[in-house]
């Protein structure tokens, strides 16, 4: 039933299915897990590259600002608790008070650290409103602009889509393992 509904929303591209994706991944920004990819390929298959790109890089970025701050205004101590039940994340807030807008950056470009796990540890850190938007905005760049024009090249070109978004998911996976066995390595003895 659900997958009908969804064949049905990709399938009719108007005003309100525009509106009603634009809020689905705001929404989703709060869900950790959540496989943002599938939501922005969509939206290329449905509305076409110029009008999906913007509509999905304004949103993803909205609801990671709206998580941010939420964090920081409302649910300070809820980051906290995340904070002392996630060590890494820890560990990824006191790079992200040296050198904001780098490690923000970096953790949108190749996930490591989860998307809401970012937002919660920008918001608790001493990071600028402006600094977090800017780098949330050019990391996901990357990521976005590649799966929204895969979905709305698609149905034209189905194996080359497939294999950028096979290859680039794959860079991606090797990245982000990288960096995680190095951030593993590094770590001092105590932290293990």
């Not at 970012?118 to 760049?141: D, P």
Request: glycine content about 6%.
């Amino acid at each position: 039933m659900i997958e009908d509904v969804f064949l049905n929303w990709i399938e009719q591209p108007s005003l309100s299915t525009a509106v009603i994706g634009f809020f689905l991944l705001i929404i989703l920004s709060f869900v950790p897990f959540v496989p943002m990819p599938v939501i922005f390929a969509a939206m290329g298959y449905t509305f076409g590259f110029w009008v999906a790109f913007p509509l999905n890089l304004i949103a993803s970025v909205t609801g990671a600002f709206v998580v941010f701050w939420l964090v920081r205004k409302v649910f300070t101590v809820q980051g906290m608790n995340y904070l002392h039940r996630h060590p890494k994340a820890k560990r990824f807030l006191k790079l992200v008070e040296k050198r904001g807008f780098f490690f923000i950056l970096l953790g949108r470009l190749i996930p490591v650290v989860p998307s809401v796990g970012v937002n919660i540890v920008s918001s608790l850190a001493n990071v600028t409103s402006f600094t977090f938007v800017w780098a949330t905005c050019l990391g996901k760049l990357p990521l976005i602009f590649i799966y929204t024009y895969a979905g709305h090249q698609v149905s034209a070109y189905t194996w080359q889509s497939i294999s950028l978004l096979v290859i680039y998911t794959g860079l991606i996976l090797f990245a982000a393992h990288f960096l995680q066995t190095k951030w593993v390595t590094t770590q001092p003895e105590s932290h293990k």
